[in-house]
């Protein structure tokens, strides 16, 4: 099975948190979170292997994740702000491999 | 800090004609290149990995090049057709401090016309 976002669309009012989930690629042990926004590449925002964080691009604490025994994920954001609408969009790949990574369909989400 | 650029921003070709999409990046250090193709409000679509110590790969019509030398990659479609539509975005990784990190493009879109 291919890597799995939910939910797919989302709306949400500044000030409010928001929490966003991924399913990893089957036998995949690190996921990645990016924030896309609108005609813009991905941006790294963190990476999770073996449940822990082990990298963060240029994102404030109150961006934080969660990566479960079963190699799920989870995004959570805190306070959310008008510039936090994009499309959020999670990557597995298996450490030790190529590192080539299999992304979600993402996870549109506007902050009104 | 790693910098990725892909000129042109926007291309519009006839369907049939070969083109040539461009990637630069200013960090040679790194452990592959993936290309990705994005259709309007997907996710990405995994097309063309390169490993470092590789010089291109291909897949049916698409073939990727890569020098690490001058910090470039180009992505060659061959007759090009209406489905190929999409904006195509390339990514570096790099291996640093136990984790991978990934610096994207801004993309190319590119539009096929029947």
């Known amino acids: 099975a291919g890597v799995t976002q939910t939910p797919r669309y989302l709306i949400k009012t500044r000030g409010q948190q928001v929490t966003l989930r991924c399913s990893s690629q089957?036998?995949?042990?690190?996921v990645s979170w990016y924030q896309q926004a609108l005609g813009q590449g991905p941006q790294f925002i963190f990476q999770?292997?073996?449940?822990?964080?082990?990298g963060r691009g240029n994102f404030p604490p109150r961006f934080s994740g969660l990566q479960f025994p079963n190699y799920s994920s989870e995004l959570n954001v805190n306070a959310l702000e008008l510039d936090d609408s994009a499309l959020y969009l999670c990557?597995?790949?298996?450490?030790?491999?190529?590192?080539?990574?299999?992304f979600g369909p993402g996870t549109r989400l506007t902050v009104t | 800090k790693q910098e990725v650029t892909q000129i042109p921003a926007a291309l519009s070709v006839p369907e049939g004609e070969n083109l040539v999409l461009n990637c630069s990046f200013t960090?040679?250090?790194?452990?592959?290149l993936q290309w990705f193709r994005q259709d309007p409000g997907k996710g990405l679509t995994s097309l063309l990995l390169?490993?470092?110590?590789?010089r291109e790969q291909t897949s049916g019509r698409l073939n990727a090049s890569l020098d690490k030398s001058s910090g470039r990659s180009t992505l060659y479609i061959a007759a090009s057709q209406p489905g190929d539509s999409a904006t195509y975005l390339c990514?570096?990784?790099?291996?640093?401090?136990?984790?991978?990190?990934?610096?994207f493009g801004t993309g190319t879109k590119l539009q096929v016309i029947p």
């Open positions: 990557a597995s790949s298996l450490e030790g491999s190529s590192y080539e990574q299999y």
């Open positions: 089957s036998g995949h042990n690190t």
């Open positions: 999770y292997y073996r449940e822990e964080e082990n």
């Open positions: 960090d040679s250090a790194i452990y592959n």
């Open positions: 390169i490993q470092s110590s590789q």
């Open positions: 990514a570096v990784t790099r291996y640093s401090g136990g984790y991978q990190k990934v610096t």
